[in-house]
């Protein structure tokens, strides 16, 4: 399997990661108009009815930007499905989806062939993010087109492999669309995901400290303070673990380092969770690379550079 045809716009490989809570439109638009693949989560959209909204608007602006710049077209947008069941807006937002054709779907806790089967048949494809080798393979087994590897050190709900080690065992089976995420926010990281074997760098928490991103002033310059040094992993604040930022923990009253163990039962993402993202803030160890908060085409244009450098130095 080859990449699919999707990525040929792509100007710097990468995809920037649907942000829950942070990621808009305009975010999106900005990431695909410089280059990357643009997402963010159909349940950022809320009340469920402005996902439509949003899909519009994205569609509308970046079909006008291609028009006006047909030398530089735009890189295709995904939307990220949670597919656990708790999303009760699912069935919703899949239609909404299909409405729109979305080019990419970006499935997470949970494998669904039914939910595979509906993007292909508006001509979409799948990538399913994936914390181990394991679930890799049931992920490709239920018809996903891709698997995105969340490594350590990623923001949100990361996983705890060395990425040498993730992407090296899903390689040995598989040859099709694979993203790499954890830590990367240069564009020395993107080419070093290539080298490992990925096809494409998934970046995030750099992204929130963009003038786009719908976050917080000082959820932003948190991270452009911040290092690796201030992430604390833990699963207290949803049931699955994540990494998080721990200066937004002591706000909440809470010491980062001696953090309670949650119920992994007790995890709801259509709306408990909605609060915690808020005031706890998620990130991953990579942000040492963001050093002011900056506009997204800014950011991608910097990693455009050192990528393109990094090249040069190892002489490819």
């Given at each position: 399997?080859?990449?699919?045809p999707?990525?040929d716009?792509?100007?710097l490989p990468?995809?920037?990661?649907?942000?829950?809570?942070?990621s808009?439109p305009?975010?999106v638009i900005?990431q695909?108009q410089a280059?990357i693949?643009?997402s963010m989560?159909?349940?950022?959209?809320?009340?469920?009815s402005?996902?439509?909204e949003?899909l519009?608007?994205v569609?509308?602006t970046?079909a006008?930007w291609d028009?006006a710049?047909?030398?530089?077209?735009?890189?295709?947008?995904?939307?990220?499905?949670i597919?656990?069941k708790?999303?009760?807006?699912?069935e919703?937002?899949?239609?909404?989806?299909?409405?729109?054709?979305v080019?990419i779907?970006?499935?997470?806790l949970?494998?669904?062939?039914?939910?595979?089967?509906?993007?292909h048949?508006?001509g979409g494809?799948?990538?399913?993010d994936?914390?181990?080798?394991t679930f890799?393979?049931?992920?490709?087994?239920?018809g996903?087109d891709g698997?995105?590897?969340?490594?350590a050190?990623a923001g949100?709900?990361?996983?705890v492999?060395?990425?040498?080690?993730?992407v090296?065992e899903?390689?040995?089976?598989f040859?099709?669309?694979?993203?790499?995420s954890?830590?990367i926010?240069?564009g020395?990281a993107?080419l070093?995901?290539q080298?490992?074997?990925a096809d494409?760098?998934?970046?995030g928490?750099?992204?929130?400290?963009?003038?786009e991103?719908?976050?917080?002033?000082?959820?932003?310059?948190?991270?452009v303070?911040s290092?690796?040094?201030?992430?604390?992993?833990?699963?207290?604040?949803t049931g699955v673990?994540?990494n998080y930022l721990?200066?937004?923990?002591?706000?909440a009253?809470?010491?980062?380092?001696n953090l309670?163990v949650?119920d992994?039962s007790?995890?709801?993402f259509?709306g408990?969770a909605?609060?915690a993202?808020?005031?706890?803030?998620?990130?991953?160890q990579?942000?040492?690379?963001?050093k002011?908060?900056v506009?997204?085409a800014e950011?991608v244009a910097?990693m455009?550079r050192?990528?393109?450098?990094?090249?040069?130095?190892l002489?490819?």
């Open positions: 399997m080859s990449l699919s999707l990525f716009k792509l100007r990468v995809i920037g990661s649907p942000l829950f809570i942070i808009n305009k975010l900005a695909c280059g693949v643009g989560p159909a349940l950022n959209a809320r009340p469920a402005q996902l439509d949003w519009a608007e569609t509308e970046l006008a028009r710049h047909p030398e530089q077209p735009a890189a295709p947008y995904a939307i990220n499905q597919v656990h708790t999303n009760d807006r699912l919703h937002d899949m239609m909404v989806c299909a409405k729109y054709r080019p779907v970006i499935t997470s949970g494998a669904r062939p039914e939910i595979n089967q509906a993007v048949g508006w494809i799948v990538l399913h994936i914390i181990d080798n890799a393979h049931k992920a490709i087994d239920k996903a698997l995105i590897a969340v490594a050190g949100g709900h990361a996983g492999k060395s990425p040498f080690a993730l090296q899903i390689r040995e089976w040859n099709g669309p694979l993203a790499l954890g830590s926010a240069t020395d993107v070093a995901a080298a490992m074997g494409l760098a998934y970046i928490s750099a992204f929130i400290a963009t003038e991103a719908r976050a917080a002033e000082a959820y932003k310059q948190c991270i303070a290092t690796s040094d201030d992430i604390v992993y833990s699963n207290l604040f673990h994540g721990k200066p937004s923990i002591r706000n009253g809470l010491d980062p380092d309670p949650s992994p007790k995890m709801n259509a408990g909605t609060k993202w808020k005031d706890i803030w998620g990130c991953g990579g942000i040492g690379a963001v002011a908060v506009p997204a950011m910097r455009q050192e990528y393109a450098l990094a090249r040069k130095r002489s490819l």
